[in-house]
């Protein structure tokens, strides 16, 4: 008489072996019960991106413009900013606003977007119903002696923490930083976004510098390779009114 | 066993084992995007697109190693032969989990720039002579690629377009790619982790995806060596006749290297190659089954006195001469072009 083979699993002819039975169902939960587990908690524990995000309201500021290193607007006090403000001006997606800013430096400007915030930098996105142009009204001279234009120099300084683009730095990505995001940085900074370095430590209670080369250009892209890693570097910080800038010397620069 | 291409030969098992892998997906990604965020306080949330590619990306990572430790788990104790029945339908589902990452990954950080998205891919992180930093996208893609070969040619069209032993070849890939995709989580996601537990079952998968394979190496080099093959002239003493059981396979390695299968049945002894045409299961771990010999990954069929498919089926393997001597089973060592009628030995007719 042939044998039944039971003990013998052949796909197509029948199930599963009593003597396998057992252990296929425990398998079965078990992957299905590890994968409920690790969803869940590999998501739980995601770490914090931090408080940087949008403010999806549309404000139009007067101001004077800057473009070095990168475009930005000294903001006369008005009701967002009752006591002025220093504005870092992005294009839409990884776009800079390089490319208009030009006619206009050193100019009172009208521009008008949305809102990025994260700690002491705020960025505009300019949007297009009140787009980054010459001021129609211009600014009365109270208004214009009300904006800080000072420059302190504060010295040379080595400091420690991460080159980012400051879009998705201040809540366009959460994150907007790490190495998963270096080639969005990347793309960005090329864009003409404004590259910003977050350090590990403050210097004069802000931990946020928007960067420069030595001479106070845009940096170059040969600093590129070190965006998204821990990096030291040596450089001289500069206030600019209320903004921070750090003009880093490229040969210092260290991965850590 | 078909002989026409149909997409998928359904049968319940493969129903089960899909609806089962399709559980263990669906429940990783809805706790992962639903559930585990509402419930998690933070200043803000993730960006749901970034949240997207971490699941399916992570997803990924898990199903592919949970893929390669079914093949050792399955060598060191046959129990687990059905997980590795349907094992191909799994990889399918995991590329295309994997490909829903690399979409999420592409339409999220390399959009919005006035460069083309696939352009900005290989162009915007290219140092590649640093190790902190280094562009680990390019593991990625390398690991997407073959699990992509591998998902088209997965079907049978394939393996007997390509012939088995290239088919078995090709898809051997999948170890660089888990290599690259090992890579490409450490120089990625590890670089810049901050929570516990993902960064824990990467360096516990990968571990236990060795270590398996390491184990179930060892276990068929410690049976090979305790199998000791005996030159007498052109024949080789491989096995003693009580040692095979009835209508069971037997393997028995030749001192090239070569393993064979002796089978015992209905009073008689025949032997095969020990590779299954289809996808080279170790046949000699088969069963003899209305007649015929019966591979124990999908069920390949060949009547063991030529090694042939019964008709309309039409695989072949080699077959060998064996002579039975007062107890012992010699085998010739040179195999027989497939397909090739051996009488088999009749038990009881020693010589």
Known sequence: MAKTHDDFFVGYIRGVPRGSRALIILVILAFVGAMSGAGYFISATQPDPGPGRFFFQHKAFTGILETAPYPLVRVAPNETYPEGHTLLLAGQGKRGVQATAAALAGKVVDVGGVLLKRGTIDMLQVGRRVPLQASVDGLSDDAREAIDLSVTDLGTWRLTGEICDGKCYVGAMRPGTGIAHKACANLCLNGGVPAVFVSTAPVEGTEFFLLSDQNGNPIDKELQRFVAARVQVDGQIERRGDLMVFKVDLNSVEVL | ?351
């Open chain 2, 1 to 351: 066993m078909s002989v026409k291409y149909t997409p998928v030969q359904w049968n319940p098992n493969k129903y089960v084992y899909d609806l089962v892998t399709l559980a263990g997906i669906v429940l990783y990604i809805v706790l992962f995007l639903k559930f585990a965020p509402m419930e998690i306080e933070r200043s803000q949330q993730v960006n749901y697109p970034i949240l997207r590619m971490r699941a399916f990306g992570t997803c990924a990572f898990l199903l592919l190693s949970i893929i390669l430790c079914i093949g050792p788990l399955a060598r060191l104790d046959k129990r687990f032969l059905p997980l590795l029945y349907n094992r191909r339908h799994l990889g399918v589902l995991t590329f295309a989990v994997a490909l829903t990452h690399a979409s999420y990954v592409i339409d999220w950080y390399y959009v919005f720039s006035p460069t083309d998205r696939y352009v900005a891919l290989i162009t915007s992180n290219v140092d590649y002579g640093q190790f902190l930093g280094f562009p680990f996208e390019a593991f990625g893609i390398f690991s997407l690629f073959v699990l992509l070969v591998l998902a088209v040619t997965s079907h049978d069209f394939w393996l007997k377009f390509f012939t088995p032993p290239f088919w078995k070849a090709l898809h051997m890939m999948i170890y660089v790619g888990y290599a690259s995709l090992v890579a490409h989580v450490l120089f990625g996601y590890m670089q810049g982790a901050t929570d516990p537990i993902f960064p824990v079952l990467v360096l516990f998968f990968s571990a236990t995806v060795l270590l398996l394979h390491i184990a179930a190496g060892k276990r068929e080099t410690t049976a090979d060596r305790s199998t000791t093959a005996m030159i007498e002239g052109d024949w080789v003493n491989v096995a003693r006749l009580e040692d095979l059981e009835d209508e069971h396979g037997h393997v028995v390695p030749l001192p090239g290297g070569e393993r064979i299968a002796i089978f015992r049945y209905d009073g008689k002894l025949s032997a095969t190659s020990n590779a299954c045409a289809h996808q080279n299961g170790p046949l000699g771990e088969g069963r003899i089954i209305d007649g015929c010999i019966t591979c124990p990954w999908h069920g390949f069929q060949y009547r063991p006195e030529d090694g042939c498919a019964p008709t309309p089926f039409t695989e072949k393997i080699a077959t060998y001469r064996l002579l039975l001597k007062d107890g012992d089973i010699l085998v010739d060592p040179k195999p027989n072009p497939p397909g090739t009628h051996v009488d088999p030995v009749l038990i009881g007719e020693s010589v």
